[in-house]
């Protein structure tokens, strides 16, 4: 890429959104609407989350009060769900890349704002459970801090004036619409980072639009690089997952030179919708067979506009025959990039074999050869 289509204004601070870009805030919400709507009666479908993103507390309640023509008011519900909310603060989990975003702004000393329309008391009692966080922010505004929350700019205005730095010198990264809207009025570069999938047309007035934290790339705003990117890898947290292999979506993947063992994804969508759209890399096991090399995506495949989120790992091995039915266990240690569209079928074989390459060599690396022994990838469960 040239520099001039890379290198953005450059700014000096960051200010961020909380709930949807550091906090996986949705999945309480989801749990919460479940539990609440049976007293009523209702069943909570998820069609009305992009609604409520980014939305003040008073805002939200007022939609799904309306939405599911619930006999109370907006207040009697707010008293009502408060209570729920507060007893989980301590429950939700930080987005991939958050802590290595506030751990990397702090340790560079790059001066840090958090920005929400949640209820001051309510950032602090998210934002304590999570160590480090509270030091790293000099200045923290609540959405009752100020007159207007999002989109309104003020809370943004607000924030770069307290940090001392002119609101064109500030980077805002934020999940949602509101949020977006407000720091472009407030004259700021804005960096979306949508928690809602699939919804990339929303975010047009964004500077830089991108899947997950784990693809920021701060150098574009002048601010200090990540350093923990390894040969196009990006180490992560190690997870699990495991179950028998399933046939395929019946796009041949076995022609193409891709032969993808699909687990199914029922029993994980809570941990799918956990791990960011993408290209992870990692190890394979089957019980009978051994521990192979692995590369996989995590998504919606855009080249096939999937309607489900899946996971399909693909063994870098030559098999002799098929192993449908077999136990396979996956432990995925790194990342290497967002799912992409292509304009050709060759395009994106010649992507995925590239992916393949990558994480062939990245594995023998120390940091990543070790996993190759966890005992998940022997055990067997069936
Ligand atoms: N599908 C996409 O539409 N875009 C991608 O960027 C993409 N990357 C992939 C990377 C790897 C390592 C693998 C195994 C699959 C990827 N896929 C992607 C999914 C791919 O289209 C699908 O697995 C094949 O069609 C085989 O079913
Ligand atoms: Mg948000």
Not at 93 to 109: E, N, Q, T, V, W
Request: glycine letters at 8%.
């Amino acid at each position: 890429m040239s520099v001039e289509s890379s290198l953005k204004m450059l700014v000096s601070g960051v200010i961020l959104d909380l709930d949807g870009t550091l906090l996986n805030t949705d999945a309480l919400v989801v749990g919460v609407m479940k539990v609440f709507l049976v007293k009523y009666s209702k069943q909570w479908d998820g069609r009305e989350v992009h609604k409520i993103v980014g939305k003040t507390p008073i805002e939200a309640s007022a939609v799904i009060v309306q939405e599911y023509g619930l006999p109370c008011s907006t207040e009697e519900f707010m008293s009502e769900i408060t209570p729920m909310f507060s007893d989980q603060w301590c429950n939700i989990k930080a987005l991939p890349g958050a802590c290595r975003l506030i751990k990397h702004l702090a340790d560079h000393k790059v001066p840090m704002a958090l920005a929400s329309n949640s209820p001051r008391a309510n950032i602090d009692a998210k934002i304590n459970c999570h160590q480090g966080w509270k030091e790293s922010f000099s200045v923290i505004i609540g959405g009752d801090e100020v007159r207007a929350g999002k989109p309104s700019p003020e809370i943004f205005l607000e924030a770069a004036n307290r940090l001392n730095i002119e609101p064109s010198r500030c980077l805002v990264i934020e999940d949602s619409v509101p949020g977006l809207t407000g720091g472009k009025a407030a004259g700021m570069q804005v960096v979306a980072v949508p928690s809602i999938p699939k919804q990339s047309d929303l975010f047009t007035a964004a500077d830089d639009l991108i899947n997950s934290l784990l693809d920021l790339h701060l150098e574009k705003w002048g601010l200090p690089p990540f350093e923990d990117w390894i040969e196009g890898t990006l180490p992560i947290e190690p997870w699990h997952i495991g179950g028998p292999v399933i046939k395929g979506y019946g796009r041949g993947s076995k022609v193409l030179g891709i032969p993808t063992a699909n687990l199914s994804t029922e029993g994980y969508s809570d941990l799918l919708s956990q791990h960011p759209s993408g290209v992870y890399f990692g190890w394979a096991g089957l019980s009978t067979r051994g521990v192979y090399k692995m590369a996989m995506s995590i998504g919606w495949n855009p080249y096939f506009n999937n309607t489900e989120k899946t996971i399909e790992p693909w063994l870098l091995h030559e098999f002799k025959d098929d192993f449908y039915g077999e136990d396979l266990r996956l432990v995925i240690v790194g990342y290497i990039r967002p799912e992409a569209n292509f304009s050709t079928l060759e395009s994106l074989i010649a992507k995925i074999h590239e992916d393949g390459r990558v994480a062939e060599k990245a594995l023998d690396l120390p940091l990543y050869s070790k996993y190759k022994d966890d005992p998940f990838l022997r055990s067997s469960s069936l």
